[in-house]
């Protein structure tokens, strides 16, 4: 295997200029001709294309250029509604978390106004219990012999599938099970929601705060469980 690919400690950006002669030895746009043109072609793939087209100018879309630069104009919520109705999508899923069962409430309020049909299945669907996948007594918050439900992402997916959805909004799954429906989900999928139960769900919060009140988050733990 080559060099392997860091483009989060690149601050030359050539790729952004289209120029790649100061290119670090790294970077995939100078040095991995067989992938980009691997990755291009499946972006002009027929199911991917429209998308792929609509997302850039859902992005364009969501600024206003004005005299003295670029402003936001659109909340993630908006563009997303923006981007649906680009896509002409009618039927779209929202696989939420059950702790956020009132933002989930809202959306799929918001959704119906804008003349959307909304599939929404809740992450305990089934009340399947925590056993069946092996969770252990001492994981459970009710502690032992406690009957506590798993949360089930990959059933989930499997209903948005079987209710024909074309695009999914996931709502604070957690780490890991946003990951399960992810990967099972027919029909794409975007994130509304980034579950963060310290800092009210805006986990960049915590980078930012990472000279100050996170500061641990950048020592060197390389050696330690957690
Ligand atoms: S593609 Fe190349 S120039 Fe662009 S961020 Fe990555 S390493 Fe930097």
Redesign the pocket.
Known sequence: MEQR???AR?S?????RGKTEL??P?????RRPDVLKKGLSKSLRADLKEFACQAAIQQFDSSLRLPRGRIPRSTRIEETIQFAKKMHYKRLGLAFCSALRNESMLVDRILQRHGFEVVSVCCKVGGVSKDAIGVADEHKFGGTGSYEVMCNPVTQAEIMNDEGTEFNIVIGLCVGHDSLFLKHADAMSTVLIAKDKVLGHNPAAALRLSGSYYKELMQNQSNGTR
């Open positions: 690919t860091e483009c690149c030359r950006t050539v790729c952004e290119a670090l790294a970077c995939p746009t100078a």
